[in-house]
């Protein structure tokens, strides 16, 4: 019998400055204040999470959003992690389509957290090469992992590995659909950045214009990204899209759209809006079906655009040419803080959903 060492017991020690290596360039975000908003974590938001699956963005309300970026700034900031809260646990990453960021992030994340990991980084080196189904590879993982982080090129690929598959199943992207763990990291840096967005009523003088360029409907992360503001209501102040098609949102944004006391403008003119946004966030391609669309060459934004002073970019990248590496030394920057942030982010979604949430009860407790 293999007996687990217990995790270290005693106090948390907070680390000290910025932790961790931070992003080389632009915005470098401190999480304590963040630590301290809506009378702080509540652990048991977290504990609700428990063997459910990460789907859609949709399936969150604001507590939860909240509570697990707090997660995540605990993460950041203490030495938790020698806790080794996902000791015994095994991880798959099952990715079927190209991933710089979500799939190296994940498995950062479960390996500084003691896990394991089996990765899959191509889905050719699976039984797909020769055929086989999706929903037969969801079977096999029922006993190779405890949990399934899944990326697939197709938007169906979510129900069919559910056919067979039991453990929780995170959607680290799926065709046109979702990227709602890219959606988590975004709006932790957007709360680390100004932690009072959190507040149940946000100061007049902290809420933010939110734009958003490219098309929500074709851009799973962006669509994902949509659908967490609109739990902001109060401290998104208006969110306007920038886009050459007519219909950005799409059915289904609209449909979730339609009820929300936040005004959504559409314009395709940039630069009637560019100096008025708090908070830029853009992306490169859209998904058409079998085929995809860059970013139209209006949309491009550099260290000479007229932004407004003290405004940010965001991009869940990979960036072509639409955002200029001009804007990467600049306080613009919110891009290389996003990506910096996934790691903790992605740890707190994972000792939710593992049952592990009881390390940090116990953690806050001494
Ligand atoms: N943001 C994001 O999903 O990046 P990757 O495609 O590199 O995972």
């Known amino acids: 019998m293999v007996i687990h060492p217990h995790p270290s017991r005693g106090r948390i020690v907070r680390r000290e400055g910025v932790p961790f290596r931070s992003n080389s360039k632009g915005v470098k975000l401190d999480p304590s204040a963040l630590l301290e908003v809506t009378g702080g974590l509540d652990v048991g938001v977290l504990a609700a999470l428990h063997d459910e699956s990460i789907l859609d963005a949709a399936q ?4 939860t ?4 970026a707090q997660a995540a700034a605990l993460l950041e900031t203490t030495d938790f992690s020698m806790r080794k809260p996902l000791d015994g646990k095994v991880v798959v990453t099952a990715f079927f389509e190209a991933s710089t960021r979500t799939r190296l992030s994940f498995e950062s994340a479960v390996l500084r957290l003691d896990g394991k990991v089996l990765s899959v980084p191509d889905g050719r080196v699976t039984g797909v090469q020769k055929g086989e189904s999706i929903q037969d590879i969801g079977e096999m993982l029922n ?3 405890d949990a399934v982080v899944m990326r697939h090129p197709e938007t169906s690929a979510l129900d069919e590995i559910r056919r067979n598959l039991t453990a929780p199943l995170i959607n680290a992207g799926n065709g046109s659909g979702q990227h709602p763990t890219q959606a988590l990291l975004d709006w932790y ?3 680390k950045w100004r932690p009072r967005l959190a507040d149940p009523v946000c100061p007049p003088d902290q809420r933010v214009h939110l734009g958003i360029i490219g098309t929500p409907g074709s851009m799973r992360a962006v669509n994902s990204f949509v659908q967490l503001a609109l739990l902001f209501e109060g401290a998104v102040d208006r969110m306007t899209i920038i886009s050459e098609m007519a219909d950005p949102l799409g059915a289904t944004l609209t449909e979730r759209t339609k009820d929300s006391k936040i005004p959504i403008d559409v314009t395709n003119d940039i630069q009637k809006v560019l100096t008025d946004l708090d908070v830029i966030y853009m992306n490169s391609i859209a998904f058409l079906g079998d085929d995809y669309k ?8 550099d260290a000479n655009s007229t932004l407004k002073p003290g405004s940010v970019i965001m991009h869940p990248l990979a960036r072509r040419d639409e955002l200029d590496t001009s804007l990467d030394s600049t306080a613009h920057n919110l891009y290389f803080a996003q990506a910096a942030g996934a790691v903790f982010i992605r740890q707190a979604i994972l000792i939710a959903i593992l049952g592990r949430s009881g390390a940090i009860a116990d953690a806050l407790q001494r």
């Open 60 to 63: 969150f309300d604001k507590a």
């Open 189 to 191: 840096a957007l709360l």
């Open 65 to 68: 959003v909240i509570a697990l």
């Open 143 to 145: 006993t190779y992992g």
């Open 294 to 301: 860059t970013l139209d060459s209006r949309y491009k934004v």
